[in-house]
């Protein structure tokens, strides 16, 4: 199967953004990413409608609603960076009507199935600088009917855009975990390529297909029992455990330090600016989204590091979950590092 950056892959074909290498390594010409160039779709089981508080400059308190969840804030970043993100995720209820609202507000693109349930709310307090969770509903469980044409969903998108990302749900039981390994394996064997971000059994479930890419972090690989320490060594076998375990790419965030990226045969350090943090919510799943931007543009593997790293750092100066502007993206992709790990 072609693998990132494979001059022989569909995608590559269809085309893909013109890199030159200069300082950095790395450097984008704004006209290709600007276009609407390389096509993913996010299987996302859970959607949250999101009610924030907020401190305006004048010390006044307003609301934002605005949609939440992993997959939205990878499909947010990927329709922010010029490509196209089909969103495959079930809406019910009167929060469902407002999600759908919202979300052709924002330009995001939806391949959505009806839920009777309604779709979960957070109600969280940022006036004060920090997140304070009010409220947060529990996500509906999808019925047979409704998981079924979410899979179906899914699959129809996965195959048209070549490129699937296979999102979380926030919580362990919004969704049958067999729905994840069998929707990889399906999208798989027709040949569409995978990034996986997920954690738990869900992640588990995905490993069995050989996802394309999996990227994860050191602090939810510790609750998992994957990492047992901070270490080069202890890091080195969490990927050599992915790897041996399906994982043909591994990316493994570790906030401040940067992240720890493998091919497979080599390990390489990506490191980023680090900029003042407004926000670092959603930072993870900007990493994933450009990642797999890059993987659908055909770009080789150090510069899809670049690409989600400058993501990852960008998002972490906004009050807002997998936003950046494609401009500030690629500036910041320059100065991003990547080198092999010293012996």
Same mark, same amino acid.
């Given at each position: 199967?072609?693998?990132?950056?494979?001059?022989?892959?569909?995608?590559?074909?269809?085309?893909?953004?013109?890199? $030159?290498?200069?300082?950095?390594?790395?450097?984008?010409?704004?006209?290709?990413?600007?276009?609407?160039?390389?096509?993913?779709?996010?299987?996302?089981?859970?959607?949250?409608?999101?009610?924030?508080?907020?401190?305006?400059?004048?010390?006044?308190?307003?609301?934002?609603?605005?949609?939440?969840?992993?997959?939205?804030?990878? $499909?947010?970043?990927?329709?922010?960076?010029? &490509?196209? $993100?089909?969103?495959?995720?079930?809406?019910?209820?009167?929060?469902?009507?407002?999600?759908?609202?919202?979300?052709?507000?924002?330009?995001?693109?939806?391949?959505?199935?009806?839920?009777?349930?309604?779709?979960?709310?957070?109600?969280?307090?940022?006036?004060?600088?920090?997140? /304070?969770?009010?409220?947060?509903?529990?996500?509906?469980?999808?019925?047979?009917?409704?998981?079924?044409?979410?899979?179906?969903?899914?699959?129809?998108?996965?195959?048209?855009?070549?490129?699937?990302?296979?999102?979380?749900?926030?919580?362990?039981?919004?969704?049958?975990?067999?729905?994840?390994?069998?929707? &990889?394996?399906?999208?798989?064997?027709?040949?569409?390529?995978?990034?996986?971000?997920?954690?738990?059994? /869900?992640?588990?479930?995905?490993?069995?297909?050989?996802?394309?890419?999996?990227?994860? =972090?050191?602090?939810?690989?510790?609750?998992?029992?994957?990492?047992?320490?901070?270490?080069?060594?202890?890091?080195?076998?969490?990927?050599?455990?992915?790897?041996?375990?399906?994982?043909?790419?591994?990316?493994?965030?570790?906030?401040?330090?940067?992240?720890? &990226?493998?091919?497979?045969?080599?390990?390489?350090?990506?490191?980023?600016?680090?900029?003042?943090?407004?926000?670092?919510?959603?930072?993870?799943? =900007?990493?994933?989204? $450009?990642?797999?931007?890059?993987?659908?543009?055909?770009?080789?593997?150090?510069?899809?590091?670049?690409?989600?790293?400058?993501?990852?750092?960008?998002?972490?100066?906004?009050?807002?979950?997998?936003?950046?502007? &494609?401009?500030?993206?690629?500036?910041?992709?320059?100065?991003?590092?990547?080198?092999?790990?010293?012996?």
């Amino acid at each position: 199967m072609p693998g990132p950056g494979n001059p022989e892959s569909g995608v590559d074909r269809v085309g893909r953004a013109r890199f $030159a290498r200069r300082d950095s390594g790395y450097r984008a010409e704004m006209g290709e990413l600007r276009g609407h160039e390389g096509a993913i779709a996010v299987f996302a089981p859970v959607t949250i409608l999101t009610v924030t508080l907020e401190r305006t400059a004048d010390d006044e308190a307003e609301v934002h609603v605005h949609p939440g969840g992993q997959g939205v804030w990878q $499909a947010r970043m990927a329709t922010s960076l010029g &490509a196209r $993100a089909v969103l495959c995720t079930p809406l019910g209820g009167e929060p469902g009507i407002v999600l759908r609202a919202l979300l052709d507000e924002e330009g995001i693109e939806r391949s959505d199935v009806d839920l009777e349930a309604p779709n979960a709310t957070w109600i969280q307090d940022r006036r004060g600088g920090e997140r /304070e969770t009010w409220w947060e509903g529990d996500p509906p469980v999808p019925g047979r009917h409704a998981l079924d044409e979410l899979y179906s969903a899914a699959l129809a998108a996965g195959l048209e855009c070549g490129v699937c990302v296979l999102a979380g749900t926030h919580r362990a039981g919004a969704i049958d975990v067999d729905t994840y390994r069998r929707l &990889a394996g399906d999208l798989r064997a027709a040949g569409v390529r995978i990034v996986a971000d997920l954690t738990g059994d /869900e992640l588990e479930a995905v490993l069995e297909s050989g996802p394309d890419i999996v990227k994860v =972090s050191d602090d939810d690989m510790r609750r998992d029992g994957r990492l047992g320490g901070t270490g080069h060594a202890e890091v080195d076998a969490l990927v050599a455990g992915l790897h041996a375990d399906g994982a043909q790419h591994v990316l493994v965030s570790c906030a401040d330090a940067g992240a720890l &990226a493998s091919d497979g045969t080599s390990l390489h350090e990506v490191r980023q600016p680090l900029l003042d943090v407004a926000d670092s919510r959603g930072a993870g799943d =900007s990493m994933t989204a $450009a990642v797999a931007v890059g993987l659908s543009r055909g770009l080789p593997w150090a510069d899809m590091l670049r690409l989600g790293a400058a993501a990852a750092a960008l998002n972490v100066t906004r009050h807002g979950s997998g936003t950046g502007r &494609a401009d500030a993206v690629i500036e910041l992709a320059k100065r991003v590092t990547v080198e092999a790990r010293a012996a």
